[in-house]
């Protein structure tokens, strides 16, 4: 099921998303569903709680990573930062980006520490 949304984006924004689609080939309306997709997903509340999940599916939490290409594109745009080329427009992706990492250390520190508590990962002391 989809619900239809619709968005008044700035100026700026909007011509960033369509810079973004341009680069990717892709239409405007699919950019930005991707890119809020990827920064709302790590934080969808109807997921069951850890605590319900099988073994099999918290180990695997706890390795979870980034896509290659988030992952790529994370580097290469905290890259630009650190170097002072970040332009206005990479800022939103950044953004977005650094959200989608950020929730996903997240969900694999609580898989993590569940896994302790289970007894299927040892504790680590610091």
């Given at each position: 099921?989809?619900?239809?949304?619709?968005?008044?984006?700035?100026?700026?924004?909007?011509?960033?998303?369509?810079?973004?689609?341009?680069?990717?080939?892709?239409?405007?309306?699919?950019?930005?569903?991707?890119?809020?997709?990827?920064a709302l997903d790590a934080w969808?509340?109807?997921?069951?709680?850890?605590?319900?999940?099988?073994?099999?599916?918290?180990?695997?939490?706890?390795?979870?990573?980034?896509?290659?290409?988030?992952?790529?594109?994370?580097?290469?745009?905290?890259?630009?930062?650190?170097?002072?080329?970040?332009?206005?427009?990479?800022?939103?992706?950044?953004?977005a980006l650094m959200r989608v990492y950020e929730?996903?250390?997240?969900?694999?520190?609580?898989?993590?520490?569940?896994?302790?508590?289970?007894?299927?990962?040892?504790?680590?002391?610091?």
């Open positions: 099921m989809q619900t239809q949304v619709t968005l008044r984006l700035s100026d700026r924004l909007y011509r960033s998303a369509t810079r973004l689609a341009a680069g990717v080939k892709r239409p405007v309306r699919a950019v930005l569903t991707d890119v809020l997709s990827s969808d509340v109807k997921e069951d709680a850890i605590e319900h999940w099988s073994d099999q599916r918290v180990l695997s939490q706890c390795d979870a990573q980034m896509s290659l290409r988030q992952s790529e594109r994370l580097s290469e745009l905290l890259d630009r930062q650190q170097s002072g080329q970040l332009t206005v427009d990479e800022k939103p992706e950044l953004w929730a996903g250390q997240l969900r694999k520190a609580e898989a993590l520490a569940e896994a302790v508590r289970r007894g299927l990962r040892a504790q680590r002391n610091a």
